[in-house]
């Protein structure tokens, strides 16, 4: 039982990364019942240790391959009467009928039919026997004549004789055979049973011919198209007629199952490739994958390095020590001022976080929704502002750093939400305009005051691009070296005031040359700092895309 | 000539105010010559005062000198006594026994031989003088010193107390009597006062009622003229009739106004008794509504006198029969009620009165042409009344519909619960017991609709979405069946209802409230108010003089106070640091007039620090400027505010403020504090580097220790001359090639990318642009310092390679990976913003052109690219702008290293772009300029935000914001 499932899952799983699944469904509508497939497969399961291997492979692939819809099993399973016995008379109906199909398309089949013909006739012949031994004894003489039938001469009139000889005598056998099983059906579909009968032999020869107009051996060579077609249109007409005529409700299903030209439909929209849409595929796929991979290079090395326990200082130098592959990351914690740094980071990330979030949604809220004077000077104002290089104000910085007299981190968080603030707050201004202004209108008509229309409307419905002004004011102080750097004078005490970026570039850059470098332990900060960021944008991801494009883009 | 009107006019008018005149001066001089006698007067009551009380100030001294004298008496007296005491004596003759003691023992010790002798004489010796000494000892304590001393504290104290019981009698009496005089001249002094005032209050009231009457005179004068000039509107100019009399043309016409006029104001001040009322004056229509009155004031006066509504009312709801409480709140109701009845009959008759107003005023104004000012002066004082009849109507009535609501609610509410508590109680029961049984089916019924729809997936039926759909579905059904049933519990219903009760009550008496409050509201819009003329003027000195005190007499009470309290701010904290009172190390707004003033410590020179005085003065300089706004502001308003109430408006209340804050002033409420902030870490340090760029601020003369001065347009001079002229040359080619390689590279690399991924064949497209932004999601720093570590020499990239090239020596090298690096980390922003804009593009475009026959390459030359490029134009400005800015990557990378041949001026490094080169400027210890590098700044600063606006010109959200 697990097996089975195993396998399940692994032809689930190879159905899901295959390109080409998923594009295609089933084209049949209809199904024999599962008794007699379980039946069938019970037959198989016993021939399998009285016949060889190679039989029994050419009888599998016989049935597999042969016949796919069972045109006329699935109408004698649909017109029987005789429920008691009709289980032994469709097997044997499905075996015998099966070697009657010639395989145009795939001629190798013949030399495969030719071993597995008689087995199947056999088995036929066995079901029918448990069933009623004369007509066992009936259908014994027919599997052996080999002659060509009179009805099959008629089909085509003068034009049989440029038919080959294998052909007429396929279509003769089948013939016969439906002649004789057509004894088990009622009355009234005895006629169209035979009709089926031919209407499969035509059918397989158009189809073929259809698939391969150029390369396939049909009769189409000797015999137009347009007549096989029309004959195909008369047994179709045929049909249609004797169900509208006795009402049978499965009909209309039956002709849809049995004239569908291939046995998989196309679900997708897209047409199927050329071969010039083939190969740019493929190297729009190698693109891709290269560039994944240089992507993907440089991050997976400074993973590994940052595991690398036989190396201490610098990267690349040659393996000295044999210590656990952790050793970094323990001596990140227990050896640098990495917990301070990290809680440094945290208290300035939160603090600009909430300053920034706070700011840039009222600014916002008053700049989309309220008409004021100096509106459009003030935002020009703003946005002139933010425009001036953040160099331009380094100088000032560190001059106020000195007055104030503040912690380093206390004095980044008022700088990183004043920065943030004016840029972030177009942003989102921008994605306030886009939510129409009939919504706060609406709720003001039903008693709502302003505030509770900005917190109770527009925040729930901006609430996508909040959060990703706070994800960007919260990841910024983690990543900015420049200015935690140039407002440390470099002592070992304020190095323990910096936020992590600035703090871990101590470990690689020493200030003093000569001094020793921890690389291998910053690789190690690097990776404990960036998964969770990393994580959280892309998490994120969903809505950059219409952050980047609805406040900026026109 | 004749006399015209206007002549006639002048005349009377410079009569009057002659007049007008005389009587002020002589008010004046009244009051000042009594003012000069009381003055004198006053001063000598005053000076006798102080005499007095000089006295009362010796007598004590005199007193204490007794006091003092006494003490130091028993003092001394004690002093000698204790040093004739005994047991010093006693002292003197233990010391002289104990040297007898150690003479005789040495005695004995040398005379006695004998040891056993010796120790027995010793014990002997050693008895005897124990005893002595305890004798003595004995005698010390013994003696009755303390008794002594006791008796004597007491003689001296009762000595002591006769003497200072004299002294202070002798003192009481004396001020006694002082104070007796004293008083005596206070009363003098208020008399004086009193009378003073009444003399001055009867002469004024003379003068005044004098004033008065020419006031009255002059009118009347005016007045005549009026009714002459209607009577020449009304009849033609007499010409040659020059001694008109105005009483004659007024006995035709003028007469039968001046008396109706007079009634008027009559009939007002006698509250509409229609006693003086002369009904053959009037059309019928005014007689009509004068007895109108007196009918409302008969109807109201019956209604004060009956209490049969109380009973009427009390018995109608009585016979419902209801709970206590229901009880109280109907007893509430009936007071209420019928305070509420003789109120709007009040409120009627006030309206009754305002249509009779109108309709004289309208009578008046037919005879005359327009209203005169006076008469609705005379009308005026019942305005206030008015209101607040109305107002009290209208809250009277407020309250009696929120009692008879909350009795509504509270009847609906039993009667709810009575009717259905039993009924609930059964059917939760039957409800509990099917609850879980229906709960199972529900979710059988979800799982045989999952099976269905997982084995006809499995069957290739239909595609993995509609499957997904499907399921979501589903599975939103089954919720919201399970929702559904929960809901349908009997009990939680029954519940809900109840508190939709209350919430029901609280939302009308919400709703009552805001209509009560609209009617008052509406009632003060439209009754005119009265005050001084020239109440403006009063207002706007008054804010001026203490800002917030305007608003205070425009009667807007809590914004004054506000406003007060913001001055307050600003004069304690603001206003002591812009004026360097508060100083950070700097002097306020003064701070930019003296750079570095030097100070002398023994005989060494300092200079104070000149860049926290610029920076000081910089928000200094902001700070008065927001105040002197403010100041502005607050003047203007209450001028405004004055004009308003002169006009007969009525000022804004707090109510009015309060709406205003929540709708048009919101947007300055809720950016104040983001505002504050911007103008602090954006716009000071901004004029502060502008600033500086006019100082000689660099190497030599660093603060602090060192002066700095003013070197005006020196530095920007330099910049375009001299040796950093070429070195700035240097940068700027390698500053060009890197922002345009970086801007273009990752334009291509990312659109590529872009196409790529929004084909809908590629399969695994969430991973692929996952891994895409991966170079923007990890923090920029981590990858930069690794990569900066990895081509280090012997580093991992040498090592990976097997080679030895020194990558960071080598300009070429160190320029090429620089540009690789940049374009591996900014590539993913343009990656992302790519997708989404050609997502964002029509398909129809695409079909269009495809049923066309357009090629796939054909509708991305057409389509795609003009689209996007016109889409991203202002963004890829924007990146144009952030890698000439982006100096961060170069400094962690190499710090602009390798350093090129030839040595420049700041020194630097062969991949320094202009940018970097300011920053090393700026910090760098041995290369600091940091005046030329704000200088230079600016410059740059003026260049990049030309290129940015340009770009912003074009957003979406500019051009819709202004609107």
Redesign the interface.
Known sequence: MSTITLKEQFN?FIKK?N?IS?M???AFKMDLSPAIDESINNILNKLKYQISRQEFKAVEDVLNKNDKRDFLTLFAQKSMKDNGKDLGILISLKLATVSTILPIKNHSLLAKMRLAIPLLESVAVEELYEVSQSKAQELFQIFNDYSIDADVKNWFGDDTQKIDAIRLLFWSRLNRLTKFYSSFIDEEYKDLFVQVAKYQCLFNETTAYINNPKKSKTIVNVIEYDKLSSRITEIINNLVRVGEKYDIKWMGEYITHISETSERIR?AD?PP?TKTGMIS?GV??L??LF??F???F??I??IL?SFDGTRVN????SPSVNLPFYIHYKQLFSNTQFNSWLKNSLFVALWTML?VVL??T??A????R?K?RG??SS??T???????????????????F??ANVKISTFLI??Y???A??GN??IL??YF?SIPVDLDEAAKIDGS???KTFVKILIPLARPMIALVALWSF?GP?????LPN?LSDKTSESIKHLTM?AG??TL??SESTGGS?F?YE??AG??I??IP??IM??LA?KF???G??S???? | MSLTKNDYELAKKINFKSRKDAINTSIKSLKFNNKKELAIYLNNIVAKINTVEAHIEDEKHKLGAIKKQNSLQLKQELQTYKNSLQKNIVQQKLEQLQERQKTEIQLAKLTIFDVDELEQKLNELNIFFDSEKQKLESEISNSDEQNHVKQIKEKYSLELEQEYAIGKQNYLNKVRNLKEELLELKHQKSRMVVEYKSIKKNKIRLFRSEKKSANTEAKNAIRELKTRSIYINAFGDPVEDTNVNAAEVSTKFGIQFQEFYENLSVYFTYKFLGEYLRTDQFSSAENESFLKIETIYNIKDELLSTRDIDSVLSKSFESNGQTMLVRKLLKMSKIKSVIKMTISSLQIQSLEISHFRKNIINAIASKVGSIHYDLLYELQPSFDNELKKIEYAVRADHEEKIILKTIKTHLDQTQFSTANKDHVAINNEDFVRSFDQKLVDIKSEYNIEKTRIIKDY???????SSRNNSLKLAKFNMRSQIKELKLSNPEKQYSATLSYFKLELNREIKKENKVMFSKIDDAQRRIPTKCVKGHKWYALAASILLPGLGQILNKQYIKGFLLLIVTGFIAGLVMPIVFGAIT??GEGIFGLFHLSPEINVDGDIFYLDA??R???AVVSWLLLLISVAIYIFIARDSYYTGLARENGSRPKNSRDLRTYM???G???L??T??FF??L???????I??IM?GFTNYGRGNLPPGNSLDWVGWKNFKAIFTGGYAESFGYVSSWTLIWTTTITIGILILGS??AI??D?????GKAL????????????????I??????F?N???????LGTTTNYKLSTNWTKSILIMIQL?LGHS?MF??M???K??ISSDFYEAASIDGASKFMQTLKITAPIILA??A??LI?QI?FNF?N??II??FNDGGPQPLKVYMGSPGSTDII?SL??KL??SGTNNR?AL??AF??F??VF??GV??IG?L?????????Q
């Open positions: 689930s990364i390109p998923g295609y469904g089933r679900l897209l490739l595929m729009s796929y693109l891709i560039w994944s240089v992507i993907l440089p991050l090395a400074m390095n610098r990267l690349g130098e300053i700011g840039t009222t600014l809220y008053s700049f989309s309220f004021f509106k459009k935002i020009m703003i946005m002139l502002l933010q425009m001036v290089p953040s160099i331009a104000a380094l100088t000032a910085f560190l001059i106020m000195q007055i008022i700088i939400s004043g920065g603030l004016t707050t177009f201004k921008g305009d005051s302003n505030i990841i983690f990543g900015d070296v420049i140039l970026a871990l570039r690689v850059v470098v690389q910053y690789l690097a990776v700092t960036s960021i990393t944008f892309i991801q950059l895309v219409s980047l494009t406040g900026a883009v026109k | 499995n069957l290739g039926n239909f595609s993995k950070f190390k860049r926290f610029i920076i000081e929540t709708n048009q919101l947007p300055l809720l950016s504090p983001a902030i911007i602090l870490v954006v716009v000071t340090p901004l502060t580097t500086l590529t990318l790529i991924i084909n809908p064949r590629i399969k692929f642009s996952t891994v895409f932004i991966l170079p923007w999601a990890v923090p920029a720093f981590a990858t310092l690794f990569f900066s570590s990895a280090d012997g580093g991992l990239i040498n090592k990976f591996w922003y992302l913003l997708l989404g804009v997502k964002s889409q991203i202002p963004l924007g702008v800015n100096y961060g400094w962690m940018i300011i920053f700026s910090t940091v590098a704000s700044t600016m740059v600063s990049v935000v940015s606006a912003f074009r957003t979406k959200s500019f051009r819709e914001g202004g």
